[in-house]
């Protein structure tokens, strides 16, 4: 049982080809069975308050103000992706003591009250509690996608910040991280965007359901593509994924300070910064010293563009 335990974490991977058709039914089976591992654990903690990490995909937070971290006081799914669509049950007080502590500590961070979050945020709690609102979230946006992004360090000293706050509530907290490993999606890109993107990445004009349905329909010929061989995408990195894993596992937590940018982006592809989450649960976590890793599952998913992988700790006994 861990359930006078404070403090648990659970990180996962995520992506839209899960709601999507497409990826075949034994790769499904397989991530689906780790997950079932990662909610039984949940279950089991029975967690009062969630407190997730996850990035953004130009669906709530745009270039014309772009914050490297943003805590949401107030925040609703966008709906993309068959996610759920609507308000959220965040805990408003919680998530603003929080915001308080972790300036307090030296990281700065954004503070929203309407915040809007995609599948990186509601996926995660639907499949590890069948319904988005089921318990009290606190969200957490790190950017990942919009260069230029700050050094990785910064999102440990994020989440130290974080979880040396969360250690000062009396109540069970589950901390989330969503996103990784290795993967290179289609995303636009600021540099390189047609009049129309830029538009849409910087002022963050609403689409049409037409267009959202587009979209969707462009992920999952990307996702074929990628899954035959046939595309130009960076190729999943299962070795690094690895290394990666293995560093938290370990407690080296320190050891990722050192990761360039640039060395991310070479080994794991431009999205793979979404690794950024893991680490900052993974420090929070770290506030109450050693921990141990419990569900481990990794697989290299061609067919969800992604090196998908779970993990759940709790601190050492």
């Known amino acids: 049982m861990i359930s006078t335990v404070t403090l648990a974490l659970c990180c996962t991977s995520h992506s839209p080809m899960l709601n999507l058709p497409g990826p075949s039914q034994d790769l499904l089976d397989d991530v689906n069975s780790a997950l079932e591992q990662a909610r039984e654990f949940v279950r089991d903690y029975d967690p009062e308050l969630v407190v997730i990490f996850a990035?953004?995909?130009?669906?709530?937070?745009?270039?014309?103000?772009?914050?490297?971290?943003?805590?949401?006081?107030?925040?609703?799914?966008v709906g993309d992706y068959g996610t759920y669509a609507g308000e959220l049950n965040v805990a408003e007080n919680v998530a603003t003591d929080c915001a308080k502590a972790v300036l307090a500590a030296g990281v700065d961070i954004a503070v929203s009250a309407d915040m809007d979050v995609d599948h990186g945020t509601v996926q995660p709690l639907e499949k590890l509690f069948g319904d988005a609102t089921a318990r009290p979230i606190v969200p957490i946006f790190i950017n990942a996608v919009a260069t230029p992004l700050g050094p990785l360090q910064r999102s440990r000293a994020l989440g130290a910040a974080v979880g040396?706050?969360?250690?000062?509530?009396?109540?069970?907290?589950?901390?989330?991280?969503?996103?990784?490993?290795?993967?290179?999606?289609?995303?636009?890109?600021?540099?390189?965007a047609t009049p129309e993107?830029?538009?849409r990445i910087v002022r963050g004009r609403p689409i049409t359901s037409e267009q959202r349905l587009a979209r969707q329909t462009a992920?999952?010929?990307?996702?074929h593509k990628f899954a035959v061989g046939r595309s130009d995408r960076r190729p999943l990195n299962p070795a690094w994924d690895h290394r990666f894993l293995e560093i938290l596992d370990g407690g080296q937590l320190a050891d990722l300070d050192h990761w360039s940018n640039s060395f991310i982006s070479h080994e794991g592809g431009d999205s793979a910064h979404e690794i950024r989450t893991w680490v900052a649960a993974f420090a929070a976590l770290a506030a109450l010293g050693p921990y141990r890793t419990m569900v481990r599952y990794y697989k290299p998913a061609a067919e969800l563009i992604a090196g998908f992988a779970v993990r759940t700790a709790v601190p050492a006994p």
Not at 171 to 185: E, K, W
Not at 219 to 223: D, G, H, K, T
């Open 55 to 77: 990035p953004d995909h130009y669906n709530g937070f745009f270039y014309k103000v772009m914050p490297p971290f943003c805590i949401g006081t107030r925040a609703q799914g």
């Open 164 to 192: 040396n706050y969360l250690a000062t509530l009396d109540q069970r907290v589950l901390i989330v991280g969503s996103g990784g490993l290795s993967h290179d999606p289609p995303m636009p890109s600021l540099a390189t």
């Open 197 to 199: 993107v830029a538009d």
């Open 219 to 223: 992920v999952m010929e990307a996702a």
